[in-house]
């Protein structure tokens, strides 16, 4: 089964606002990824978190992250256009090497 | 530094013809992983190679796949007898020894008719 739930699954929002998306899992982790995906195009790396991290920032991203509640979240604040995009959160357990990806959030910036 | 590169981009097979799909790491990148992502749906894990050896092939199915990492050479995803549920997109990442963050390819798409 799948280890990340996304949520939500698609977000449509305006520029200049902020987007949040969630993650949750059910195993335990090393670290949570956050990965962006343009359609049609491969994964690009946007931030790590490890397990005992509770928040990370990079730029205009914000990742959190509950350990107790098995969740996390994205923030992009003051989005734009090109943020226009698939989301993914990855998790990273005991096995080395595995990532396992949550289902993802559309996330769709009107100009 | 190029990136990950994978090829071809895209690949059209009929039903029980062979597929071959190939991943070039980053330079001074030793290990290699293999996605799968259905239409709609996030990535899958398949397989984890470092140079001559499997390390994880928890995700493969187990007829008709198999990977290698030659020491020389790009890594190859082969796909014996396919079927059309064997249409995806085929997604390999690189990483360096010690290093958690994985870098990706644009993918092969393959489509089995």
């Known amino acids: 089964s799948q280890q990340g739930e996304e949520d939500p699954q698609a977000l449509s929002i305006q520029e200049g606002e902020n987007a949040t998306m969630n993650c949750s899992y059910k195993?335990?982790?090393?670290?949570l990824q956050w990965y962006r995906q343009n359609s049609g195009r491969g994964l690009v790396h946007l931030i790590l978190?490890?397990?005992?991290?509770r928040e990370k920032h990079s730029g205009r991203l914000r990742v959190t992250l509950d350990t107790s509640k098995k969740s996390s979240s994205l923030l992009i604040t003051a989005s734009r256009a090109a943020d226009t995009a698939s989301y993914f959160c990855?998790?990273?357990?005991?096995?080395?090497?595995?990532?396992?990806f949550g289902q993802g959030t559309i996330l769709t910036v009107h100009p | 530094n190029a990136g990950v590169m994978q090829n071809p981009r895209h690949l059209v097979r009929r039903r029980g013809q062979e597929a071959r799909l190939r991943c070039s790491p980053m330079?001074?990148?030793?290990?290699v992983y293999w996605y799968r992502q259905l239409p709609e749906e996030g990535l899958k894990f398949m397989v984890y190679?470092?140079?001559?050896?499997?390390?994880?092939e928890s995700g493969m199915p187990k007829e008709r796949f198999s990977a290698e990492f030659p020491k020389e050479g790009p890594s190859i995803l082969r796909i014996q007898q396919v079927v059309r549920g064997d249409s995806a997109a085929y997604f390999c990442?690189?990483?360096?020894?010690?290093?958690?963050?994985?870098?990706f390819g644009p993918g092969t798409r393959l489509l089995v008719l």
């Open positions: 990442a690189s990483s360096p020894l010690g290093v958690e963050t994985q870098y």
């Open positions: 990855a998790t990273a357990g005991t096995s080395y090497g595995k990532l396992t």
């Open positions: 195993t335990s982790i090393n670290n």
């Open positions: 190679l470092q140079k001559e050896n499997i390390i994880d």
């Open positions: 978190i490890r397990s005992n991290e």
């Open positions: 330079k001074g990148h030793s290990h």
